[in-house]
């Protein structure tokens, strides 16, 4: 049984592994994200159907001086969203690889509000939650393939109906 008590699900997918545990390397490309929405409240309603272009791209900003050139271990990535190839709309996250293991603390800014996750490579999953004065999203993308991730996302905002989100992002390019 799993933690929680469920019995678990045997998948194939368990053993794949990101090619040199590098999550930057795998994230960059373009995807194309697939989501059902439900209302986050009984009946669970279907709100309706998206489909977004997401295009990551390695980021290199420049260092505040000379005396501090990025460590190592931190590497950036600029996530682009829209409903073309060209999107425009998006932020660049930072990626912080721990010392101790392969795990990968995450920060970026969104509407002016610092937002924090942190991708678990012993479960290859990511977590995204944006706190923002407004509204709260919590966004969990799996990794089950090289071209595939599952995405479920809670979102919940003072004005708007509560929903979850799932599907998945699909690899257009297939260039890792």
């Given at each position: 049984?799993?933690?929680?008590?469920?019995?678990?699900?045997?998948?194939?997918?368990?053993?794949?592994?990101?090619?040199?545990?590098?999550?930057?390397?795998?994230?960059?490309?373009?995807?194309?994200?697939?989501?059902?929405?439900?209302?986050?409240e009984s009946p669970f309603d279907h709100v309706h159907a998206s489909n977004t272009v997401i295009?990551?791209?390695?980021?290199?900003?420049?260092?505040?001086?000379a005396a501090t050139p990025t460590p190592d271990n931190v590497r950036h990535l600029r996530w682009s969203f829209g409903s073309t190839l060209n999107p425009r709309k998006g932020y660049v996250m930072k990626f912080t690889k721990s010392l101790q293991n392969d795990d990968v603390m995450l920060e970026w800014e969104h509407e002016g509000t610092v937002c924090h996750g942190q991708y678990f490579w012993n479960t290859r999953m990511m977590t995204l939650q944006f706190a923002l004065p407004e509204s709260t999203v919590i966004i969990t993308y799996r990794i089950v393939d090289m071209n595939t991730l599952a995405v479920c996302i809670v979102e919940n905002n003072r004005a708007l109906i509560p929903t979850i989100?799932?599907?998945?992002?699909?690899?257009?390019?297939e260039q890792m």
């Open positions: 049984q799993s933690t929680w008590g469920f019995s678990p699900m045997t998948a194939q997918t368990q053993s794949f592994a990101i090619p040199d545990a590098d999550i930057c390397k795998y994230l960059c490309g373009t995807w194309k994200r697939n989501l059902e929405w439900r209302r986050f295009v990551i791209q390695e980021h290199h900003p420049q260092p505040q001086t989100q799932y599907g998945c992002m699909s690899r257009t390019d």
